[in-house]
C-alpha cells in the first residue's frame, strides 16, 4: 500500500503560467516533507521541503503548502519555465526514520 | 569534480554474473544511501550507511550485498541476480542521516541503469 500517492502521472501547464503538483499521504507519523525534482538521465535533485509545524515555505517561485488535517501537499511553480520540465517526486518521512518515502512521481510539461 | 559519481551508467549482466556497483561523494558528508527505481514504482530505500557503519537493510536479498570502505566510497556487490532486478540503482549521500536532521536533503548521483538477462 503506497504511503505517498502522486495520483497525477503527467501534467501539462503553459509557460508563465501557475504549475500545482499535489501530492497525498496516508501515514499520520510523517512530520517532514520534500520535492525532488529529476530531469532525464539524472538523479533527482533536492527542490524544497517543510515540516509539520508549518503549513507554508516558499523559496523563490517555488511554494510547498501542506494540509496536516487532509493529509495533503501541494507545489505550486510560477511563473512556469520551460527549464521546469523534469518529474517531480513528492516524499516524506517520520521524525528521526532514515525511511523517506517517495511517490511515484508526476511528468510535467511546460508548453511554450 | 563535484557531487556524487556513480559508475558504470548502465550495466548489463547475466543472472551467473557478479558485477559491482561504484559510488563516490565528494561533498564531505556522513551518510550514504543505495536506493532502488524500478519501472512505475516508487524509489526504493535499499542500505543507509552512516559513518561506515551500516545502519539500514530494508530487507533486501541477499544477493545484493553494500560494502562501505570509507565515508566517501560505497558499493553494491551484485551476485546471482534474476532479471525482475533489472531497475536504476541511484547513490545518494546527505550531510547526516535523512531522517535525522531537517537540513540534510539526500543528493542522488545519477544512477547506474542495470540490466538482467
Known amino acids: 500500500d503506497q504511503q505517498v500517492k502522486q495520483n497525477s502521472p503527467s501534467l501539462s501547464v503553459q509557460e508563465g503560467r501557475i504549475s500545482i503538483l499535489n501530492c497525498d499521504y496516508t501515514n499520520s507519523m510523517f512530520d517532514y516533507f520534500l520535492w525532488y525534482k529529476k530531469y532525464p538521465a539524472e538523479g533527482p535533485t533536492f527542490l524544497i521541503s517543510?515540516?509539520?509545524?508549518?503549513d507554508k515555505n516558499e523559496d523563490g517561485r517555488f511554494t510547498v503548502f501542506l494540509n496536516k488535517s487532509a493529509k495533503h501537499l501541494s507545489l505550486h511553480i510560477v511563473p512556469s519555465q520551460p527549464g521546469d520540465s523534469a518529474v517531480y517526486f513528492c516524499?516524506?518521512?517520520?521524525?528521526?526514520?532514515?525511511?523517506?518515502?517517495f511517490g511515484k512521481g508526476t511528468r510535467l510539461h511546460i508548453l511554450p | 569534480e563535484t557531487g556524487v559519481t556513480q559508475t558504470p551508467r548502465h550495466l548489463v549482466m547475466g543472472m551467473t554474473n557478479k558485477k559491482s556497483l561504484k559510488c563516490e561523494q565528494h561533498l564531505g558528508h556522513n551518510a550514504m544511501y543505495w536506493y532502488k527505481q524500478s519501472a512505475k514504482k516508487p524509489l526504493e530505500l535499499m542500505f543507509v550507511?552512516?559513518?561506515?557503519?551500516?545502519?539500514e537493510n530494508n530487507s533486501v536479498p541477499s544477493r545484493f550485498s553494500p560494502e562501505c570502505p570509507n565515508s566517501s566510497h560505497l558499493f553494491l556487490h551484485l551476485h546471482t541476480l534474476q532479471p525482475e532486478d533489472s531497475a536504476l540503482y541511484l547513490c545518494?549521500?546527505?550531510?547526516?542521516?535523512?531522517?535525522?536532521?531537517?537540513?540534510?536533503?539526500?543528493?542522488f548521483g545519477n544512477g547506474t541503469r542495470l540490466t538482467v538477462t
Open positions: 517543510i515540516s509539520s509545524i508549518k
Open positions: 545518494a549521500s546527505s550531510q547526516d542521516r535523512a531522517g535525522v536532521s531537517y537540513n540534510s536533503p539526500l543528493h
Open positions: 516524499a516524506a518521512s517520520p521524525r528521526g526514520d532514515d525511511k523517506i518515502i
Open positions: 550507511y552512516s559513518l561506515e557503519e551500516r545502519v
